[in-house]
């Protein structure tokens, strides 16, 4: 199926590892030219080394932090011509609302939430010049299962679901599709962390994450891959007509819910 991608170019936040170089793989394979955002230079340096060679695509990279001053603005320099926005940097710490305390709250809702915010109000402005633009945001499950020892994320991510809703109702107006996606569990660095720290907190043993890994659906966590191909759909023109929606993809877990 060709997705359309050949002379598009996308931009990708956080996007050295995990979902983020995931998602930077399964665009590169489509055709898709690529401005990669993360902090770590060296990561991004030999993953754009990667790309170019395996799929013929011109792979630019900007290291950066983007909660400091100036950063939005300096992003838009680097790739504010690109077609297709996939917000992706940050990670929300887990915790109840005793243990996750101010600084730390703030600094995750920094880069995540106004992060998306600020990025995606530059963007826009430069696609609704253009009359066209694809916004995607990966949000998280979390923000439809509201989860006690996940305040600060499932607080962050429902925010973000209500951003992307409210923008995205009202985007193709300006010629532009904003659209949200709602990954659970991924297998990445960091769901192996949080699920040692669940094993403590549950079973005592963080040895023991294994045990609540076999419960996902499947019995395992989706792979980047999974979570990716999604996004490479609804950036394409094959998906003209969404907006304004979120979907979640997470073997059911959302979906499970039951009375009895």
Known sequence: MD?????????ITGASQGIGEGLARSFASEGCDLSLVARSAEKLEALAGELRS??????DVLSLDMTKAGAIGDIIAFAGHADI??????????????EVDEDAWRSGWELKVFGYINLTRAMYAEMKARGRGVILNNIGNGAQNFDFNYIAGTTGNA?????????GG???????????????P???????????????RLLGDEARSGELLARYPLGRAATA???ADLFVYLASSRSNYTTGTIITVDGGITSKRSVA
């Open 186 to 200: 991924v297998a990445t660095e960091r769901i192996a962390r949080v699920l040692k720290g669940h094993a403590v």
């Open 170 to 184: 009202r985007s193709l107006e300006d010629g532009i599709r904003v659209v949200g996606v709602n990954p659970g």
């Open 225 to 227: 891959a999974e979570i």
């Open 159 to 167: 925010a973000l679901m209500a951003f992307t809703c409210a923008l």
């Open 85 to 98: 926005l996939v917000n992706n940097a940050g990670a929300i710490p887990t915790g109840t609302l005793w």
């Open 3 to 11: 997705m359309g991608f050949a002379g598009r170019r996308a931009l």
């Open 54 to 59: 395996a799929h013929g695509v011109k792979v």
